[in-house]
């Protein structure tokens, strides 16, 4: 069941507007230096026409209407589409971006929560899920733009929110951009086993680079879908430990311990093996539990880290 109060489709348009502020600020930062190399022979004018043609054929595709390119690899078609707009000036080009992002923003927007299992295809002949494809508008552009900080001199950190998961009970949980992390939890989430969401269990967290290794062995396993609140990028998850410190944007949390999975996950795992994210016995692999020490709203791509060893209550 959909959280109360949320659109699913609505919390990706979120994330693709929030993340059009940080293309503005990097777009000013390079405003002058717009021709200089970013990688390979492929300039930071070329980057931004790239974040833009990715959502325009991402758009196509979500109304489904791509045209897949048999035979085509990918890197053909990012570098088809660079060519075709090289001749523009990065002012025209920070304007088509915007432009672009704003037509997916409403498009997103106007779609119902009931598509968001829908399957599309997009240029290169994958298919997506509607929701996968939503998000991933936000998130590759994100990616592209932490790629230029560093080269500014501006690094991302090194850990950030990859997905906020929540549900009215059960699982999967599903993707919202932001939400207010009381002492109690996730604003808006909530158990239908009364044994889930104490004090000491306010929220759970996971890891992406974990779920990146499941999908790899086979296991039909995404962001929330076995019932995490914060999937997170960047940490090294094998060092985290009850009794360590977190901070996620304004709000701190201490994990208290590893979660035990239960037969209501199944449904993530090739032949319901849900004790694979057991941490007896696979170690730096499971989901943890954790209290709330500090308040705030938190989003996704904010910056995570693992502070220290907490003792005491």
Request: charged share 25%; glycine share 10%.
């Amino acid at each position: 069941m959909v959280p109360r109060g949320r659109h699913l489709f609505g919390e990706a348009a979120r994330a693709l507007d929030a993340v059009g502020g940080q293309a503005r600020l990097i777009g000013a930062l390079i405003e002058d230096d717009a021709d200089r190399v970013a990688w390979d022979d492929w300039t930071f004018a070329d980057v931004f026409s790239h974040i833009d043609a990715s959502h325009e054929a991402l758009l196509v595709a979500a109304r489904g209407e791509a045209a897949p390119l048999p035979g085509a690899q990918l890197a053909a078609i990012n570098e088809e589409r660079r060519q075709t707009r090289r001749g523009r000036s990065f002012a025209a080009t920070l304007r088509a971006l915007d432009e672009a992002r704003a037509r997916a923003a409403e498009h997103l927007r106007a779609r119902a929560d009931s598509d968001w299992l829908v399957v599309v295809r997009t240029a290169s002949g994958r298919e997506w899920t509607l929701g996968q494809l939503a998000w991933m508008l936000s998130q590759h552009e994100r990616g592209h733009l932490d790629e230029l900080a560093a080269l500014l001199g501006r690094p991302p950190a090194p850990a950030r929110v990859a997905a906020l998961n929540l549900s009215a009970g059960g699982v999967p949980k599903w993707p919202v951009f932001s939400g207010f992390l009381s002492f109690a939890g996730l604003a808006g989430d909530e158990h239908a086993n009364p044994l889930h969401g104490s004090a000491t269990a306010a929220l759970c967290l996971f890891s992406g680079e974990v779920i990146d290794r499941l999908r790899a062995e086979g296991h039909p396993i995404g962001p929330g879908t076995i019932g995490e609140n914060v999937t997170v990028r960047g940490l090294d998850w094998a060092r985290i430990r009850p009794g360590d410190a977190l901070s996620i944007g304004p709000a701190r949390v201490e994990v208290t311990r590893f979660t035990t999975p239960c037969v209501t996950i199944k449904g993530s795992f090739a032949d319901g093996q849900f004790a694979r994210v057991h941490a007896d016995q696979h170690p730096g692999e499971a989901r943890v539990y954790a209290r709330v020490l500090a308040e705030g709203t938190i989003a996704v791509g904010d910056p995570v880290e693992h502070i220290s060893a907490v003792s005491g209550p």
